[in-house]
């Protein structure tokens, strides 16, 4: 990965006024890159739910560092931001865990009233123009596909109605998409789609998948599914 980044000390905030730019802090590009993008549930994350995420995330993270995979999130210290940034510390990970939000965010308070905080222990929060959660998922897709070689694949982790337009999107522009099974909402939506499912244009995984199934999953071979949906 970017030597321009992997020194950036953790939980630094910098603010981007465009892409160029977002894309100049990380680095030239690498044909080999891999990269991986975590969407999902936030502070509406069911409570009984995080210990299953956890131990989840847990698996991503391993992975993530045997496999020198960067992983991109919304950048928020809340849901499975904040997991994956525990579980990377529990296992003392040097895999690049990057954060990317609208600068809006940080400016007014959550639904409970406490303050929105960048996300703990990342290699680096990128403020990117925008006032709304949503803003950034351009910004964040671009900032996952450069280190990702050209392309990044998505795991879908809980969440919303934003987490599920935005696998949508992810499908719709050819990119592989992995749903956990069991982590509630939106990924069991994704999940329950026989359709997307039957097509290829989906991976579906377990909450208890181990290392190699997570593997199988997103090193496995993907449908041309930007092609598939040219000639749909």
Do not use: C
Not at 25 to 48: F, N, Q, S, Y
Not at 49 to 60: F, H
Not at 135 to 153: I, K
């Amino acid at each position: 990965m970017s030597a321009s980044i992997l020194g950036v000390v953790n939980d630094s905030v910098r603010a981007v006024a465009s892409e160029a730019e977002l894309l100049g802090a990380l680095g030239p590009a690498e044909v080999d890159g891999r990269a991986l993008i975590l969407i999902g549930g936030a502070d509406d994350t069911e409570p009984e739910r995080l210990d299953a995420i956890r131990a989840l995330l847990g698996v991503v993270a391993v992975y993530s560092e045997r496999t020198g995979t960067a992983v991109v999130d919304g950048g928020t210290d809340s849901g499975v931001m904040r997991l994956i940034a525990e579980a990377r510390a529990a296992v003392h990970g040097e895999f690049l865990l990057i954060g990317v939000a609208p600068t809006g965010a940080f400016e007014r308070p959550t639904r409970a009233g406490t303050q929105i905080e960048p996300a703990r222990d990342h290699s680096l929060i990128f403020r990117v123009p925008g006032a709304w959660f949503g803003d950034e998922t351009s910004w964040l897709f671009a900032a996952a596909d450069h280190l990702g070689g050209g392309s990044a694949a998505t795991i879908v982790v809980n969440g919303g109605k934003l987490t599920f337009d935005e696998a949508h999107q992810r499908i719709a522009a050819g990119h592989p998409v992995i749903a956990v099974e069991g982590s509630g909402r939106a990924a069991d939506e994704l999940a329950g789609d026989e359709a997307l499912r039957a097509s290829g244009r989906l991976r579906v995984i377990p909450m208890s998948v181990d290392a190699a199934g997570l593997a199988g999953a997103i090193d496995a071979d993907w449908l041309d599914q930007g092609s598939e949906e040219a000639s749909a």
